[in-house]
């Protein structure tokens, strides 16, 4: 193998590792994101703020709409 050949078959791998990581890391952060919605509409009904946390569940229902996209 020359040199050029070896180090296009590195790019190749750093390209695939780099878009796993980046994708993982990605859906980490939405994940992260639902659960602190989850629990900020759950603490705002319990402290009586109902059209607050309804706003939530809805921003969390468009959140997983654009997930599924």
Known sequence: ?????ISAYYCRVCD???????????AGIHQFK???LSRAAGELAL???HEH?????RDISRLNEEAEL
């Open 34 to 36: 639902i659960v602190a």
């Open 16 to 26: 695939a590792v780099s878009g796993f990581v980046k994708t993982f890391f990605a």
């Open 53 to 57: 946390a309804a706003q939530l569940v």
């Open 47 to 49: 402290a009586g703020y």
């Open 1 to 5: 193998m020359s040199t050029i050949s």
